[in-house]
Nanobody
Framework: QVQLVESGGGLVQAGGSLRLSCAAS????????MGWFRQSPGKEREFVAA????????YYADSVRGRFTISIYNAKNTVYLQMSSLKPEDTAVYYC???????????????WGQGTQVTVSS
């Protein structure tokens, strides 16, 4: 039994910043990767960023590279997504996920949170 809870979403103006958090509970994670995905109405779930358990390796979608930063705090089983220079096209429900490897494909992740809404206005 694993639960992932996202928080930090909200409404922000274009150019602003927001930090999302995802806390895992139910079991102790070890040697897992964590990632962020997002989905807008009418679109497929999109990979955003991923990080290895050690934090040594990070991966980003081209659409967010240079603007978003993923990090992990192992002691709290928490992953963060720092978002800056936000654009209206970043508007989506953001989901965190846990898998055995950092990957850009959703099917590689085993556990998912319920999502948090991020809305960016012009």
């Amino acid at each position: 039994q694993v639960q992932l809870v996202e928080s930090g979403g909200g409404l922000v103006q274009a150019g602003g910043s927001l930090r999302l958090s995802c806390a895992a509970s139910g079991r102790t994670f070890s040697n897992y990767a964590m990632g962020w995905f997002r989905q807008s109405p009418g679109k497929e779930r999109e990979f955003v960023a991923a990080i290895s358990w050690s934090g040594a390796s990070t991966y980003y979608a081209d659409s967010v590279r240079g603007r978003f930063t993923i990090s992990i705090y192992n002691a709290k089983n928490t992953v963060y997504l720092q978002m800056s220079s936000l654009k209206p096209e970043d508007t989506a429900v953001y989901y965190c996920a846990v898998g055995k490897r950092a990957a850009s494909v959703a099917s590689q992740y085993n556990y998912w949170g319920q999502g948090t809404q991020v809305t960016v206005s012009s």
